[in-house]
Every structure is written in C-alpha cells, then in structure tokens.
C-alpha cells in the first residue's frame, strides 16, 4: 500500500486535472440551465471541492501555475478582442471611473474597520495603518471573472465592456500604488518612488515593444496566405515574455503584460485565427483550472460572533462602495445611468487579487489573523456575485439600446453550449475559408 | 536585486514555456529546412538549451508534469487516429515484433556489457545481474518519437504503422516485465507474480471500461447535431482517468491507459472533431514541451577512453539489435522486406523510457553510475536518429507501394508547415461544414 501511496503522489496531478475538468463542466452546465453564467458554476466546483467543504482537490505548485498561465491567456485573449481605437476613446473615462472606484472602497474599508477594530493585535502595525490595510484590500478587482462572463455574454466589446477592461486594469496599477504606499509606511525597506519610476517605465517599455512587436509580425505574418502554426507559437511566447516582463523587471502584474501582447496583435490580419486557437487552449485545460484553483484558494476559518456580523456587513460594503464608486466615475464621463450600473457591477468581483494583497499584508504584520475570514468570505460573495448580477444589468428589452453592438443578443446564450461555442464555429468557418483557399 | 531573484524564482516558468516555444519551432523550422522531420529540431532544442550543452534551461516538477500530460495526450491522440479492425489484424504480429524486438536488443545489451564491465562496483548487485541490466536498459522503445514523426510523414495509419505501434506498446509490457524479473532477483520485496497478475488485471478492466465507455459516449455524442465542448471535455477526463489507473492501480505506463482512452472513442462520431481540438492542445503547449523535455533530461559526464569506446559500441548495438529483432520478427509475420526494415527502424528509438528504467536500476542498485554516460549517449543516438531513418525507409518513389494507405504522399510534407497543420485544415473544414449544419 505504502507502495501505491507513492505513485498516488507522482500521478495525483492526472487525476487532479480530471476531477476539475469533469467537475467545471458539471457545475457549468448547472449554473447555465438555472440561467445563470457557466463560469459560476465553474468558481462553485473549487469552492466545494476544495478545502473549503469536501477538501479532495488541493491547490498544489502545479495547479498554480497552471492557472497562472491561464489567467494570461484569458487576459491575453481579451487585449486581441479589444479594439484599441474604442480602448483609447474610454482611456480617461477607464482612468476617473478606477480612481473613484478605488477611493470609495477605500475609504468604506477603512470605515468599516475602523468600527470594529479596536484592539491592536501583539508585533502588528499601528491600529489605524491596520484598518487602512483593510480599505487597501476592498480597493482590488479581479478583471478575470468579469471578462469572462462578458465573453460569455457577448459583451466584452460594448462601450460599456471597454470601459470595465480598461478601467480593471487601471485599478490593478492604482492597487499597487496603494499597497506600495501603506507597506513603505510600515516596512522600511520598501521605496515608493521606485515603484512610482517602474510603472512608468513599464508603460513605456509596453508601448515601445508592443509597436515595434506590432509592425514586425503584421508585417510578417501577412506574407503568407495560409493560417501557420508558427503565427501561434510566437504570439503565446510573446504574450509570456512579456507577463514575465511586467512581473519580474516592473512589479507590474503579469495579467497587464499579456493584456498588452494581445492588443499588439488584435489588429493583425492573424486576430481571428489567433483568437480561436487560444481558445481551444483555453477553455480545454487553462480555464477550468484557473477557475477552479480560485475556489481551492479558499479555507474557512472558524469565527466568533462578532467577526460574522463584521463579515456581512464587509460584504455589504464591498458591493455598494464599488457599485457607487465605479457607478459615479461612468456618471461623470456621461455614461447613461444603464451603463454606470453595469460599468459599476462588473467591478465588484475581488477574486484572487484581494486574497493575494491580503496575505502580502500578513507578511508584513499588516492583516490580523482574524481577520482573513471576514475577507475570505468577502471575496467569495463578491467573486460568485458579479457574474449573476452582470447577466442581469446586461439583459436588455430594449433591442434598441445604446449599448447593443455586441455580436450577439443576451437571450441567445442559453441555446446553444455558450455563446463562445457559436461564435468559435464562426470564427472555425471563417479562417478554413482562409487557409484553404 | 535578491527581491528580483525571489520574484523570477516565482515566475520563471513563464520564461521557460517561452524558451521552450520558440526553440522548438525555431529548431523544427530549420531541421525541416534541412528536409528532416520537425521533431528532430525539437529535441535538439532541449538538448541546446539543457544542462548537456549550455544550460539555460533545467527540468522542473511543473516541466516534468507538462510534459507528462503531452505526451499521455500524443498517445491519446494516436488511439483516436488508430483503426481497431486494423490494430486488431496486426495483433499477433505486433506481439511477435515485440517479443524479438525485446530478446535481441536484450541478449546484445547483456553481451556487450559482459565484455567491458568486468569489475563490481562497490555494494552493488552480482556483476551477471549488473551485465543483464544494461541489457534490459536496451529493450526499452520510447514510441511517442515513432508516432509524432509517423504523423509529420502521414504514415501513421498504414500497415506497418500499425505494427509499429502495436509493438511498441507491447514492449512497454514487456519490457515492465523484464525490469520486475530482474529487480525482483536484486531486491525481494518485489513479487513478479504480483505484477504479471496486475498487468492481465489491467487489460481487463481496460477492454471493459473502455467498450462501457465507447458505448455510452457513442449515444450520448450522437444526439447532438453540433460538435459540443462537454465532448472534448469528458474525452480529456477519460483520458487522464485511464491514465492514472493504469499507472496506479496497475503498474502499467500511463501512456498505454491513455492509447485504450483514444481508441475507445475512435470509430464515434466525433473522432475527427476530437482529434483536431486536441491536436491544438498539443500544438500549443504540451508537445513542445514533452519533446524539449527529453533533451533537458540528459546530462553528460566526464568519461575516460574506455568508456568512450564502451558508448560508441553500446550505440552501434543498440539500432542493430532492434532493427534486426523487430525486422526479424516482422519477417516471420510475412511483411514485406521494405515494411520489415520500417518497422525495425521504428521501434528504434529509446527515448525517455530508457532514462526511466536506468534510473530505477540505480536505485536498487543494479546500475553502475559509470554508464549512465554511456546510456546517455546511446538514448540521444537512436532518439535523434529515429525520425531521419524514418524519413528515409518511408520515402517511396513507386507510387503504387504496399503501404501507401496514408492519406497524403511524403514528399508533400516539405511544402506545408507540415502535413499535420494540412490534415487539420481539412478536419477544421469538415468540422466546421457539420458544426454550423
């Protein structure tokens, strides 16, 4: 037996792989006959899966990095879908619509905290940096759920679906900014200019490669008539240097590297035939495991009473603030009142980012240990909220209304496997037209 | 700069999927250039990049388990791609291809062996046993180089593919065998009845689950017009299933598990549609991977002139003794003479298997670290040279030949990225005609 237990050990990753698979699928088709988005379901397999209730699947080295690539590639995907002309158009609504967005939560977190959190814990922090750390945390979006529940919705290129992508984006820098601040306040060693100087060099050395990266493959890859598998493995390899990139030289997150490399070539003539093959990679194994490791992150601790009421009301205010701080940032770019409200929902989702900035606190004696319960609990009510709520503030009547340019209506969604499915075979027709002519 | 270090520690498996994308190609591009088979480039990329030459590439756990998932996929595929009736029909020769193709290799292993090693090393099993094993070292036949270089070449599905194929997952039994017998002599905790009983335990419950299975997916699948993802979905899992219960519960090589998982969904009536999403998995990521992964794994040492020899024979022995073995084998099965000598190439190369079983030798104490150099050099010979061979005995000027039931003729194969990229635009067109019907 202890025999077999060894080989359980060296092979478990396999069956791993098969559980989420199998039980993404299940859950997603689940959600999606309650008519609900399949990537709910798919968030809810972890969640049960996980350690959180039954525990048979744990998140393993392997597993995370995985998912890793597959957040990349969901993000690289969404920068190819992107038209940069419409990104450019909501640049500065995107920038007013993640300041205020991170401001209010901010200043709800903080409140909250402030309310009850009153005993310094032993070696921590100064109270009051602690129940900003709490705002800091209320202050992250998690840009993956909410693409691809649009993607899902066929709204990823609505005004609005730009608006929430670049506006997510921006407020993962904001983020950091605010968790650079608040860690050199209470960690000597940390340099705020510095990270100020390497965002900046960041955008630059972006723009610079993705330009050159731009005009060198267009050029390249319009050479040929035929869809080559090479045009395929250079944008990966170049979608993954660049995520290392941003990550490793710039303390950017790798998500924005790969949003970049995709826009680099969401005008190519190869997008379409790229799009679909990143597709297949996708939602075959990256996705799954992406979303499920999600839910394997989750482990609930046990909570006294007043802790619970301090969870809810967390909750709460983590809905609102983002709702109303998003919500106004659209109001005031003169979005009409539909589109502020979905701008608002699709950023409530906190995901992985709010669990990752919380344990990067805890390292620094920022985050009480009591304390990772009520954000646990946070981000999973906001994290299986926002796909439910974004299906319904996108479910339009009205066949006329300003924000239809999506491909697809809403309502179709249901019919066939996912809209992805359908748009996919288009796309499938579309390119061996191409490639055999 | 240590912050930037831990970072690059964390994401470095970024960079190395991207090393391993853009070698790959690159070294697959320049080898067909230079009309060999892509996989040739691709297991020199690892072998550039690894520690055998200038190192800036090293095998990982996350690597190891990529790899693994590529190369249960290549097998998985191959089932797909097998017809059973024809498997079936070469049934018994494969067997008497294997079982030659095993005892010469091994009796020519053991003699060459007996001629260099005459000294025991300190601590180690009886110098016969120690000679026997360089012999079972020798046995061992890595198919996935065979199939990926017969699919490049679109032989994979003519007469002697079959064999090929047949054979080489005969081997595999075998050569599990051959390794017990011997490793139970050296250590006697292990029972060889145990582990014949596990293997005829394997090929039941593989015949029954998978015609369970073939039955139920073939009803399930055949209700919808439209080629679904849940399909891909489940063919995966079941693949990974089959795979980890053979390793597991059988003892028997995950990529045998997987070959039963594809020829279970074979004849159905998403064969091609799965065959072609899988070929993109594979494309994309896993087999990049797995081929680069063979040339990471080698390290060569330091070795004095005697051992140089010792190599330099053990290669020689080690093409003659399988190309004669199998052809032999294949010659008392009445193939042709031009099939015999194909098939005796095919099962040529050692790849990783090889690595594999010396590496368990060592462990028990069969193996002298001394001729892991040796072992090296050989496996890296007649992995390379494989797929050259291959090129060669399978290039026909008479287009009437035997064996020219592959689709396409090989000289096409140097005009298109390769003919798999060809193969799967057909399978797209034909996919998408029944997908949007």
């Known amino acids: 037996m202890g025999q077999i237990k060894e080989v359980m050990n060296e092979y478990g990753f396999l069956l791993s792989i098969a559980m ?3 039980s993404t699928k299940l859950f997603g088709l689940v959600t999606r006959r309650i008519k609900l988005p399949q990537v709910v379901g798919a968030l809810l397999a972890g969640l049960i899966l996980g350690p959180a209730c039954i525990g048979i699947l744990k998140e393993t080295e392997f597993l995370k ?15 190819l879908e992107t038209d940069i002309k419409e990104l450019k158009k909501t640049g500065k609504a995107s920038f007013i619509i993640a300041l205020l967005g991170v401001a209010i939560p901010l200043l709800g977190g903080w409140g909250v905290a402030a309310l009850f ?78 990270v100020l100087l390497k965002i900046v060099l960041f955008f630059v050395f972006a723009i610079v490669v993705c330009i050159i990266f731009n005009i060198l493959f ?20 170049f979608c993954l240097l660049m995520s290392f990139s941003a990550e490793v030289f710039f303390g950017v997150a790798d998500i924005t590297g790969a949003f970049c490399a995709g826009l680099a070539m969401s005008n190519g003539p190869r997008a379409t035939y790229l799009t679909n093959r990143f597709d297949t990679l996708s939602y075959m194994l990256l996705s799954p495991v992406f979303f499920a490791s999600i839910g394997l992150k989750v482990v609930l601790p046990q909570m006294s009473m007043s802790i619970v009421i301090f969870s809810v009301v967390l909750c709460i205010v983590a809905v609102l603030t983002k709702v109303v701080g998003c919500g106004l940032g659209a109001k005031f770019c003169k979005f009409k009142n539909k589109d502020c409200l979905r701008i608002g929902v699709g950023m409530v989702s906190r995901g992985e980012v709010a ?66 499915d359908t748009l ?9 037209q191409k490639s055999l002519s």
């Open 20 to 22: 989420i698979l199998l």
């Open 65 to 79: 990095e995985v998912s890793e690539i597959g957040v990349i590639i969901l993000m690289f995907c969404a920068g």
């Open 117 to 194: 959190n009153t005993v310094n814990g032993e070696g921590l922090a100064s109270l009051t940096l602690q129940n900003i750390f709490i705002g800091i945390i209320m202050t992250a979006t998690s840009v993956s759920i909410t693409v691809e529940t649009l993607k899902e919705l066929g709204k990823l290129s609505t005004k609005s679906g730009n608006a929430i992508l670049g506006a997510a984006l921006i407020d993962d820098i904001l983020g950091i900014i605010a968790l650079t601040v608040i860690t050199s306040a209470a960690d000597t060693s940390v340099n705020i200019w510095m």
């Open 218 to 237: 267009n050029k390249w890859s319009g050479h040929s008539k035929k869809d080559l598998r090479r045009y395929v493995i250079i944008g990966f390899a």
């Open 355 to 420: 669990l990752i900035v919380a344990s990067k606190g805890a390292a620094v004696g920022l985050m009480n240990d009591k304390y990772f319960g009520p954000i646990v609990i946070m981000v999973v009510i906001t994290t299986i909220i926002t796909p439910i709520l974004l299906k319904f503030v996108y479910k339009s009547k009205n066949k006329n209304d300003s924000d239809s340019s999506g491909v697809l209506d809403v309502d179709k969604f249901n019919k066939s496997e996912t809209l992805e």
């Open 424 to 432: 996919q075979d288009l796309i499938n027709a579309d390119s061996c």
